[in-house]
């Protein structure tokens, strides 16, 4: 009799000691077009949604701030310009290939951060360290969502913030659309420009699994964040979560 935990991978049931190997063969497949594909199935949008989460996040001189999931370092390297010498910036991700990308696209930018490959469920940062923790399309990838923010939540101080940036429940009267586009397109386009078109059936898939905005929101507070609060973005295709520490 099989006894192991399972969790889903997309819409599969997998063991919960294969997801992350199984997330991991993902981004090494794509992460040296991950960028461009960003660009092509968003149309450039996600660059917005990155730009308001920045705005929200109220980073000012001398913050400490960490990039959970941090891949190819857009949030990072928006971080690193706002803060120049004057503040912190970490980046982090568990995926080597990933973090290989954005730490050597921050470094052709002339922003030299320090870097950490590690899970998002074990954070290797003392208590209380960051003003601010950002996740950006990262948090539906991790096994245990909720100790993923529990973990940040630990690794805030008191009075900082955690922000969610994640595809979410799209508009009603939308979803038929968004579902052609997503799982007749995206993996497509997958196909053509990054030659895998299973990891972006994958993407499609694991975005109806994760919570919608009122589900992750729920998980924040049982987390122990307080003042939680989200903004819907391009019609609920994504959302912006925000939780403070207090």
């Given at each position: 009799m099989n006894n192991r935990n399972t969790t889903h991978f997309g819409f599969q049931e997998v063991a919960e000691d294969e997801k992350s190997q199984r997330v991991a063969d993902v981004f090494d497949s794509v992460a040296q077009r991950y960028d461009l594909m960003n660009d092509v199935m968003s149309g450039g949008l996600h660059r917005l949604w990155k730009a308001f989460t920045i705005a929200k996040s109220g980073v000012r001189p001398g913050w400490r701030v960490l990039d959970v999931a941090g891949g190819t370092g857009d949030l990072a390297l928006a971080f690193a310009r706002k803060l120049g010498h004057d503040g912190q910036v970490w980046l982090t991700d568990i995926n080597r290939s990933m973090l290989t990308r954005g730490r050597?696209?921050?470094g052709d930018e002339g922003f030299i951060v320090p870097v950490a490959q590690c899970?998002?469920?074990?954070?290797?940062?003392p208590d209380d360290y960051f003003d601010c923790v950002t996740v950006a399309f990262g948090l539906r990838n991790m096994t245990h969502?909720?100790?993923?923010?529990?973990?940040?939540?630990?690794?805030?101080?008191?009075?900082?913030?955690?922000?969610?940036?994640?595809f979410?429940?799209?508009?009603?009267p939308?979803?038929?659309?968004?579902?052609?586009?997503?799982?007749?397109?995206?993996?497509?386009?997958?196909?053509?420009?990054?030659?895998?078109?299973?990891?972006?059936?994958?993407?499609?898939?694991?975005?109806?699994?994760?919570?919608?905005?009122?589900?992750?929101?729920?998980l924040m507070e049982q987390a122990g964040f307080e003042r939680v609060e989200y903004d819907n973005l391009a019609l609920g295709v994504v959302a912006l979560h925000q939780g403070f520490k207090f």
């Amino acid at each position: 009799m099989n006894n192991r935990n399972t969790t889903h991978f997309g819409f599969q049931e997998v063991a919960e000691d294969e997801k992350s190997q199984r997330v991991a063969d993902v981004f090494d497949s794509v992460a040296q077009r991950y960028d461009l594909m960003n660009d092509v199935m968003s149309g450039g949008l996600h660059r917005l949604w990155k730009a308001f989460t920045i705005a929200k996040s109220g980073v000012r001189p001398g913050w400490r701030v960490l990039d959970v999931a941090g891949g190819t370092g857009d949030l990072a390297l928006a971080f690193a310009r706002k803060l120049g010498h004057d503040g912190q910036v970490w980046l982090t991700d568990i995926n080597r290939s990933m973090l290989t990308r954005g730490r050597d696209r921050l470094g052709d930018e002339g922003f030299i951060v320090p870097v950490a490959q590690c899970d998002a469920e074990k954070l290797p940062f003392p208590d209380d360290y960051f003003d601010c923790v950002t996740v950006a399309f990262g948090l539906r990838n991790m096994t245990h969502k909720e100790l993923a923010l529990v973990e940040m939540r630990r690794v805030l101080r008191p009075g900082g913030r955690l922000l969610v940036l994640e595809f979410s429940q799209v508009w009603k009267p939308l979803a038929p659309a968004y579902d052609f586009y997503s799982f007749k397109i995206i993996p497509r386009l997958g196909q053509l420009i990054t030659h895998d078109e299973a990891s972006y059936r994958y993407l499609a898939e694991s975005i109806r699994v994760h919570p919608d905005q009122d589900g992750l929101r729920l998980l924040m507070e049982q987390a122990g964040f307080e003042r939680v609060e989200y903004d819907n973005l391009a019609l609920g295709v994504v959302a912006l979560h925000q939780g403070f520490k207090f």
